[in-house]
């Protein structure tokens, strides 16, 4: 474990230098998430039927993804598309460490850091400010706490799988258009999961995207408890398997052909 | 036992050719054609422990590949491999907890952080010890002067103290082989000097087995004891320095300082080849004329004030094994 943990700690030091990028993106995120409010408050004024979601949870539902719009793997890891395309992969490839989970742990970085430096920084003003809702209660905390740490790493193994694209595409810049699009609407972070239309919920369901923003979210609704809870947890620690065991079944076929580039 | 051994190794690419217009292009969308290109056709050497050897070729030999074959990145297409006692790319985490790697172009180092954070880092990647690590760094900061470059982040550092620093990195784990990609590219005087000095240290007096690519042939002659020449994948020299020159000429060079600036000079069985002021470059093949009797020849019939008998330099010698290589 210890040379993932130290590769983790360093990348971790390395993207806390960025403290004053992510305080302006917080600016910018509030901003929006202010418009956003007002759209569906207006949404919901007009409304007949009764929505799916109370317009008090919506609005929390809404600063949760604003909080934690990052955990969204929307690009692919400049570093590792740097290195991709100047050679200094070679350099990742003679540590004695297995690639995929040095790869891994890098995202997890990646992801976990600006997330936490986003998301401390965005609740406190949501929160006071703009009507944002504390936890249904101490059970959802704990459900959402668990439901955190399984879209972290959900999101983990979806940015892994990203970067390891890279040894075919070099630019990673299509796969990056593609997540930012289709994972952002699917995940709900666009609009609520349950506020898309009935027939499409099931295959919503299904899918790995809504693991890493509607299920936490939902958790900290209370919208999910009980057996309903687990199963969401579950359905992110399947997908998560599922995509770490695509990851490596093409980490390695990548290696095998791999041509380093230069020199 | 060797410590690297190498039989008939073969690396192939196939690359992908682009049909030139945009017809070309949308065909290539459709069937793709590729190109065979040997980078490596079937070499073999071997190198024992303790060897310093220059790995050299033109750009495109192949060097390149063949020490990522050796450092486990690359999968060959055939040939066996083996450093010490395993298959690089096999057993690649076992096989690269043995090795360390330079590239010269290339920092392993993390930009933005200091020094010394990178080197704590590659303790833990590799697993030593916090007292071995100590003294394997106690001995590094001696031997390359890094005491003030430890805290400075690695953005701020000359190239010079960079690759000082890469070195060390490659190093923290005690390898039993080093690989330096063109380790003093791009390097100024100075720099590369106290590289070249910091190589010779780590051969001479840890017995570090070293091999190095490079293009500088004052790498190769400072440094080197043998020399392995590749062009096209395939091996045209293995061999000492002696070896080397003997290989492309056998010719010497005799360098008169004239007491007269004016005096014209003739001398049989030797060709005037470069006349600057009163210094005169003369080549002769010691197969026809030794270098006695030239020299006695020219004191009894000039006024000279030194002369000295030299190889051609080893730049000459190497582009014209270049250039004589097989099409």
């Given at each position: 474990m210890k040379p993932y943990l130290a590769v983790l700690n360093a990348r971790a030091r390395v993207l806390l230098q960025y403290r004053t990028a992510a305080m302006a993106g917080v600016a910018t995120q509030i901003f929006w998430g202010w418009i956003r409010v007002s759209v569906f408050t207006a949404f919901y004024a007009s409304g007949s039927a009764a929505p799916p979601l109370s317009l008090a949870d919506t609005v929390t539902y809404l600063w949760l993804t604003q909080a934690l719009l990052v955990l969204l793997p929307m690009r692919v890891d400049g570093e590792v598309q740097a290195m991709v395309r100047d050679g200094t992969v070679a350099y990742e490839l003679v540590r004695p460490a297995d690639l995929y989970w040095y790869w891994f742990t890098r995202q997890l970085a990646a992801r976990s850091v600006p997330t936490m430096l986003r998301a401390s920084t965005l609740v406190l003003p949501a929160m006071l400010l703009f009507d944002m809702g504390l936890p249904a209660g101490l059970a959802a905390a704990g459900w959402f706490l668990l439901g955190l740490a399984g879209a972290l790493l959900l999101s983990s193994a979806f940015s892994t799988l990203m970067a390891i694209t890279l040894l075919w595409t070099v630019s990673g810049e299509g796969i990056a258009r593609l997540m930012a699009l289709v994972g952002q609407f699917l995940s709900g972070s666009y609009i609520p999961v349950l506020l898309f239309p009935a027939w499409s919920q099931a295959a919503l369901a299904a899918l790995p995207f809504r693991g890493i923003m509607d299920t936490p979210f939902r958790l900290y609704l209370g919208n999910l408890s009980g057996m309903a809870a687990a199963g969401a947890l579950l359905h992110q620690v399947l997908w998560t398997l599922a995509l770490i065991a695509a990851g490596r079944a093409l980490l390695s076929r990548g290696l095998s052909r791999l041509v380093v580039q230069g020199g | 036992m060797p410590l690297i051994q190498v039989s008939r190794l073969s690396k192939q690419y196939a690359v992908a050719e682009r049909r030139p217009g945009f017809w070309g292009a949308l065909a290539g969308l459709v069937r793709r054609r590729t190109r065979l290109v040997q980078a490596l056709d079937e070499i073999s050497f071997s190198i024992e422990p303790g060897e310093l050897v220059g790995y050299i070729g033109p750009n495109g030999a192949g060097k390149s590949t063949t020490v990522k074959i050796l450092a486990g990145i690359l999968v060959p297409t055939s040939g066996e491999v083996t450093v010490a006692g395993r298959v690089p790319w096999r057993e690649r985490i076992a096989h690269v907890a043995t090795i360390g790697v330079v590239f010269g172009q290339r920092t392993q180092l993390w930009w933005d952080l200091p020094v010394i954070e990178s080197f704590?880092?590659?303790?833990?990647?590799?697993?030593?010890?916090?007292?071995?690590?100590?003294?394997?760094?106690?001995?590094?900061?001696?031997?390359?002067?890094?005491?003030?470059?430890?805290?400075?982040?690695?953005?701020?550092?000359?190239?010079?103290?960079?690759?000082?620093?890469?070195?060390?990195?490659?190093?923290?784990?005690?390898?039993?082989?080093?690989?330096?990609?063109?380790?003093?590219?791009?390097?100024?005087?100075?720099?590369?000097?106290?590289?070249?000095?910091?190589?010779?240290?780590?051969?001479?007096?840890?017995?570090?087995?070293?091999?190095?690519?490079?293009?500088?042939?004052?790498?190769?002659?400072?440094?080197?004891?043998?020399?392995?020449?590749?062009?096209?994948?395939?091996?045209?020299?293995?061999?000492?320095?002696?070896?080397?020159?003997?290989?492309?000429?056998?010719?010497?060079?005799?360098?008169?300082?004239?007491?007269?600036?004016?005096?014209?000079?003739?001398?049989?069985?030797?060709?005037?080849?470069?006349?600057?002021?009163?210094?005169?470059?003369?080549?002769?093949?010691?197969?026809?004329?030794?270098?006695?009797?030239?020299?006695?020849?020219?004191?009894?019939?000039?006024?000279i004030r030194d002369l000295y008998v030299e190889h051609p330099p080893i730049e000459e010698i190497v582009a014209r094994l270049y250039q004589g290589r097989t099409p």
């Open positions: - | 704590e880092l590659l303790r833990d990647i590799y697993r030593v010890s916090p007292a071995e690590y100590r003294r394997t760094l106690d001995e590094l900061i001696a031997i390359m002067d890094l005491k003030d470059l430890l805290d400075t982040p690695v953005r701020q550092l000359s190239l010079g103290q960079r690759m000082r620093c890469d070195v060390a990195a490659a190093l923290l784990h005690r390898p039993a082989v080093l690989f330096l990609d063109e380790p003093t590219i791009g390097l100024d005087a100075v720099a590369k000097l106290a590289t070249r000095e910091l190589v010779k240290r780590l051969n001479r007096e840890q017995g570090m087995t070293v091999i190095l690519t490079t293009h500088d042939m004052d790498d190769i002659e400072s440094l080197c004891t043998r020399v392995i020449m590749i062009d096209e994948g395939r091996i045209l020299l293995d061999g000492d320095l002696d070896q080397l020159r003997r290989a492309a000429t056998t010719e010497r060079r005799l360098v008169i300082i004239l007491a007269d600036e004016a005096t014209w000079i003739e001398v049989p069985k030797a060709t005037v080849i470069h006349r600057q002021g009163a210094r005169l470059t003369l080549r002769f093949d010691p197969a026809t004329v030794s270098a006695a009797s030239l020299i006695a020849d020219i004191t009894g019939r000039y006024a």
